[in-house]
Structures are given as structure tokens and as C-alpha cells.
């Protein structure tokens, strides 16, 4: 049977067996609410608290409880008054040890994105949301007005109708700014301005999947109800967008970028590197400020990128975290050179075409599900993601631009739960697949205006155009960025950059740090690469003071940096880059594989020995063999030519 639970967080239908205890009844309500020992609660059959149900082996029929009662859940005041403004969770002190147990080991993972939107992995409220939302979380958003001189009939230090502060959301402001999209917390404010103040505010994410553990009829495809079946996707404009505004440090950061694309003509991803701060000319809004790009490993042509498996993917995150950095976005190139002596760039992204391809909106929506935005007003502890996705193509005037989108939340629903595919001629269309015996896929709708009037579409094919939001991106006029943008310190190459002859290893990193100190090395080390390179090549013994280098580094702290350089770490790079040499051959190996784990080779003639010179070889060959030194660092064999390690670009010992 199924008794209902009624509490100040809402209503919730519990299922139980008629003939089951009341101790096994109230294992199941603890469970529903996320219930915690550190808590007081008691559940009565009366609102006012009267008859209230305890731990018993006496079955529930016994209390009078039938098919269908309801039943009230209420905290005493002592836990009410301790409990934190920060967390809803809950405990049942009659609760058995079994079931607080398995209450207080319910974790939440991003992973389960895809699971139903009525599970409740996490209670509300009990989620560590950013930092930019917490600060705005607390700032009033109230936008003011200045007095009216024709209407406004008191004093500068009064109010009246005229000139009375206006909230974020105002439909007036925003389309007097021309603001097409809210701010994610001004649309939070929309939803809390209620008579209820939003006490019953939930945000649910879309889930397009069939409902679990449903045992009234056969599982998929022999059998399907309207409580295990998802509803109907009707897409609609987003109203609220999740970022306002991308902003580049420093202009230089996209010029590098494009480097590539300038010396091969092969398109470029990376991805951005940054923080979000508050963006001051939409109210509450959100702004994403880019510091670096990282470029993963990839397989680049003229039409396309392949990424390839990044062995380095955590060192890049946790790097990013000692420098107060997230992964705030992603970044690609789509340019094709129309006139190569103007410099101009072919413009075939726009109205009539597309902004977004149906391969790049589904590539946006798993990296938006893999970078979600923690929420309190979820109860899965997401919502949403604040990852962006920023176009480099060619504009109206032919020139380089940079266009910023994101895709709803619906079509981050769509992906996740392998809805939407995209067409194999059209990059403009997507289609939403059809159910089969393996996957049932809800009807997703979509309208248009026609001449008589709005018409309701099925979404096969699709037009991505329904599925994106526009953030605008720009650079400042007057930068002020984290790292160094003097041509004297970003000379380092960038990684993953072999095919087109940029190399990383000791050599460039010795021509980057070596004879530096104080104010200039500290110049010379303000390089995400240059750091990203000391994070990941084994042979430098500093990964583990890595972090008071960051600081220095963030701080702009020489003092710190010196205190640095005074580690036992950082001591024995010096002693390598001194005896690494000044010889040509230091900067380039001969052959083989180098440092970042790349092979190299400067190619050279093929040297053929007929049978008449065999005997000359023989003598040739042993001579090579005598020759052959082995490293000290990585027990690599050498050619005696070489004046440092074709392995590990480390010097003999």
C-alpha cells in the first residue's frame, strides 16, 4: 500500500507492504527524506501531533494506517533551532542503525546525471555550490533609478512608484538593455518572488529515460505505464542563461591559440581555463574570465579535430586548482582563408546556415554534462553547467571572430540520455532517434510560425537553432591578465603541438628559466605551459612544492619565490640546467623519442652497405657499439654524439 508523508519540504508517497512492521514503515520515511541521527523528528497521524507512530514489530494495520492515509513528519524545535541555514538533511532518532547507515552513505556523483529526475541523491541545500553563486546568492540584485523630475514629487532621499528599485528579472529593464536572456540567479529570484517566497522551489532536471523499478507490469518493451514513463519534451526558448559574458585576459591568449591554424591550416581545440566573476552590466550575472588554453591531445585536419586519450587530464585540473583556475569553457577553430595577401577569412557561419553544427551541439551538451553546476535548489545537487563553448570563424566583414554559445538544458537532457543524433547531410538538423526495443524515447516537439499561426513539429529533423543560447565574448581594452604576455616569456611552446614542429622538452625549458632570478624568472615561470611542463615531465623533482610556486606566481611575490628557489627541488634543476651545456645539440636531439613522449627524428639519408663494403660495415658497426654511452637518469643508450639524453633530455653524469 502507499501512505503519504506530508512535511514542510513537501509531500512524499511511501510504498510498504500492508502486513510490514512500523519499524520497517519508518526505515522507508527516513529513507525517502534523507534522514540523519543528528536530528530529531516524529511522524503522527494527526497534524496536530497527535497519535504519533514509533518503532514496533506490530504491523501498520494495527495503528489504523490504510491504503492512501496521510501521515505528518515534523522536527522538534531544539534540532529546528541547531539545524544550518546550509542543509535540510534529516534523521529519525527511532530510526534503526541499519537504515541511518545507509542514509548517511548516500553520496552524490556527477556521473549519475541520467538518472531520473525524481530520485533524490542528494537533499537540498546540502550541496557546496561556487563561489560566484554564493556571493550572489547575498547580493540584493535590486537595480536603481534616479529620480524622476517630472513625476517623482518628494525629496532625494524618498521613494515612489516612479523610482522605486526594480528586481533583476524586470521585463522592462531587460528589454530596454536588450538583455535577451536573464541571469541564471535573476531567474532564481523570479522563481522566490512568489507569496510562498519559492519555500517549495525545485529544480528538476529533464530526464528522458524510463522510471526504474517499476513492478506493476512487464519492464521495456513488454510493458509501459504513465508512472515510469518520461513526458513529452516540448522545446521551448531557454529564458536564463547560466554564463553572461566570456572574457578573455589578454588578446594574446586566442592569438597564440590561432598560431596553429596559421602554420598548418588545420583546424584547433582547446580548452579554457579561468574563473567566473560577477558581471556587472546584467543584473546577477555571471561572467567567465579566461586566464590560459590548454590544448589536449588531438589529430587535427582542414575540416576537423579527433581528440586522442589525455594521460595528463588530472595533472591539468589539479594545476588549475593551485592556480585558483577551473575549467570554464572549450574553444575551436573553423576558419578557411579566402584571400591569403588581405588576411581576410571565409564567412559561412550565420542566419541561413548555422551557428552551431549538430555534431558541435552534441560535443557542447557532454562537455556541459561532464562540468556540471552544483545548485541547493536540485535534488540531485546539479543543475545546470556553466561551461561554455566559444566559435573562432570568419565574420560579416571576413575578419577572425569569436562567438560564444551554450545549449539549453533540454538538449543537455537529450544527449545525455542518447536521444538526439545528428544527420548525416545537414550539419543545421539534428534528429531525435526513434524508441526501440532497447531504449523507448519520449516525443520531443518543437514550434514554428507559420502564415496560419503557430504549428506544433515533431523533432525529426531538428533545427539546433532551438537548442542554443548566445553569450557575447570579448577582451579588454586594458588588460590585466594572470600570466606573463611579454614576447620575452611565452617563447615556451606550447603542448601537443609536435606536428607542427613546437617542441617541448629540457632544452626549451632551460632557454625559458635558465640565468633568471628574483623579478625575472619569476616573468619567465607566469606560463600555464611552462608550469603545465614542470607538472608533467617526471625527470623534474618539484611537482610536490608545485603549490608555493603557484602562489608566488598568483600573488606576485617575489619574496615567496625566493623562499622557493631555496628548496631542495628546485636546487637540483639548477644543477641539471648547468650541466645541460650550451652546444646546438642540447636544444635539438638527434633521433628518437624526447621528453614529452613524442618521437623525433631529423630524417638524414639512408646509408646502404653492398656486399663488397660488408666487411667495412662490421668494423663500422663495432665502432658504434664501443661508442654507445647509457644515461645515468633513465639508463637510456646514446650515440657518443649526442650531449644529451634522446630520452629524457637530461645531461651525462
Request: aromatic residues 8%; contains cysteine; negative net charge.
Amino acid at each position: 500500500m502507499i501512505v503519504r508523508v506530508q512535511s514542510s519540504e513537501g509531500t512524499k508517497r511511501v510504498q510498504v507492504d500492508a502486513n510490514a512492521s512500523c519499524t520497517t514503515f519508518l526505515a522507508k520515511v527516513s529513507e525517502a527524506f534523507d534522514l540523519e541521527a543528528s536530528t530529531k523528528w516524529s511522524l503522527c497521524r494527526s497534524r496536530h501531533g497527535c497519535d504519533p507512530l514509533y518503532n514496533s514489530d506490530a504491523s501498520l494495520s494495527s495503528f489504523g494506517l490504510r491504503h492512501g492515509d496521510m501521515t505528518y513528519l515534523s522536527l522538534s524545535k531544539t534540532s529546528t533551532d541547531t539545524a544550518s541555514d546550509s542543509s535540510r538533511n534529516w534523521s529519525a532518532a527511532a530510526m534503526p542503525s541499519s537504515s541511518a547507515a545507509a542514509a548517511n552513505s548516500m553520496q552524490h556523483s556527477a556521473g549519475n546525471a541520467g538518472s531520473h529526475s525524481h530520485s533524490h541523491s542528494l537533499p537540498p541545500r546540502a550541496v557546496e555550490e561556487d563561489e560566484i553563486d554564493k556571493l550572489l546568492h547575498e547580493a540584493s540584485g535590486e537595480i536603481r533609478q534616479e529620480r524622476d523630475a517630472q513625476f517623482c514629487r518628494h525629496g532625494d532621499q524618498g521613494r515612489c512608484i516612479h523610482c522605486i528599485p526594480l528586481q533583476p528579472y524586470d521585463p522592462g529593464h531587460l528589454a530596454k538593455h536588450e538583455i535577451k536572456h536573464m541571469s541564471f540567479h535573476s531567474y532564481l529570484r523570479k522563481l522566490h518572488s512568489g507569496v510562498d517566497k519559492g519555500k517549495f522551489v525545485f529544480l528538476e532536471n529533464l530526464s528522458c529515460k524510463l522510471k526504474p523499478g517499476c513492478t506493476e507490469h512487464a519492464p521495456w518493451p513488454n510493458g509501459i505505464c504513465t508512472k515510469c514513463q518520461p513526458n513529452a519534451v516540448t522545446l521551448k526558448r531557454q529564458e536564463y542563461r547560466h554564463v553572461d559574458n566570456i572574457m578573455f585576459e589578454d588578446r594574446s591568449i586566442i592569438e597564440r591559440f590561432l598560431g596553429h591554424w596559421r602554420s598548418s591550416g588545420t583546424q584547433r581545440l582547446g580548452i579554457l581555463f579561468g574563473r567566473f566573476e560577477e558581471h556587472k552590466d546584467v543584473p546577477l550575472g555571471i561572467k567567465a574570465v579566461v586566464s590560459a588554453i590548454y590544448e589536449p591531445p588531438q589529430i587535427n585536419t582542414a575540416n576537423g579535430v579527433s581528440l586522442q586519450p589525455d594521460g595528463n587530464e588530472e595533472t591539468v585540473h589539479e594545476l588549475g586548482k593551485h592556480l585558483g583556475l577551473q575549467a570554464v569553457g572549450w574553444v575551436f577553430s573553423d576558419l578557411e582563408s579566402l584571400d591569403r595577401s588581405q588576411g581576410t577569412v571565409r564567412y559561412f557561419r550565420h542566419l541561413d546556415t548555422y551557428f552551431l553544427s549538430a555534431e558541435e551541439c552534441i560535443m557542447s551538451a557532454e562537455y556541459q554534462t561532464k562540468y556540471p553546476s552544483p545548485s541547493k535548489y536540485s535534488s540531485s545537487g546539479y543543475f545546470g553547467s556553466k561551461f561554455s563553448t566559444v566559435v573562432v570563424s570568419g565574420g560579416m566583414d571576413n575578419q577572425i571572430c569569436m562567438e560564444g554559445y551554450q545549449v539549453t538544458d533540454q538538449c543537455m537532457a537529450l544527449v545525455r540520455d542518447e536521444c538526439f543524433v545528428p544527420t548525416v547531410d545537414a550539419p543545421e538538423l539534428g534528429y531525435v532517434k526513434e524508441s526501440t526495443s532497447e531504449q523507448y524515447v519520449p516525443d520531443v516537439f518543437y514550434k514554428v510560425k507559420e502564415k496560419y499561426g503557430e504549428v506544433t513539429k515533431m523533432a525529426r529533423p531538428l533545427p539546433v537553432e532551438y537548442l542554443l543560447v548566445q553569450i557575447p565574448v570579448a577582451a579588454p581594452l586594458n588588460p590585466h591578465p594572470l600570466f606573463c604576455t611579454d614576447d620575452t616569456s611565452v617563447i615556451f611552446p606550447f603542448e601537443n603541438r609536435e606536428a607542427i614542429g613546437e617542441k617541448q622538452g629540457f632544452a626549451a625549458f632551460c632557454k625559458q628559466v635558465r640565468g633568471k632570478s628574483g623579478a625575472e624568472l619569476l616573468k619567465a615561470l607566469s606560463n600555464f605551459h611552462v608550469l603545465l611542463f614542470m607538472a608533467c615531465f617526471d625527470m623534474l623533482p618539484i611537482r610536490d612544492t608545485l603549490s608555493t610556486l603557484c602562489d608566488a606566481i598568483v600573488k606576485r611575490d617575489v619574496t615567496l619565490l625566493q623562499e622557493w628557489c631555496l628548496s631542495e627541488g628546485w636546487a637540483t634543476v639548477q644543477q641539471q640546467m648547468d650541466s645541460f651545456g650550451d652546444s646546438p645539440m642540447d636544444s635539438e636531439p638527434a633521433s628518437g623519442i624526447v621528453a614529452d613522449g613524442s618521437v623525433h627524428s631529423n630524417g638524414g639519408s639512408n646509408i646502404a652497405a653492398d656486399s663488397a663494403s660488408a666487411a667495412a660495415a662490421a668494423t663500422a658497426s663495432s665502432a658504434a657499439v664501443s661508442s654507445i654511452w647509457q644515461c645515468s637518469h633513465c639508463t637510456f643508450l646514446n650515440h657518443s654524439g649526442s650531449a644529451a639524453c634522446e630520452m629524457c633530455s637530461l645531461p651525462p653524469q
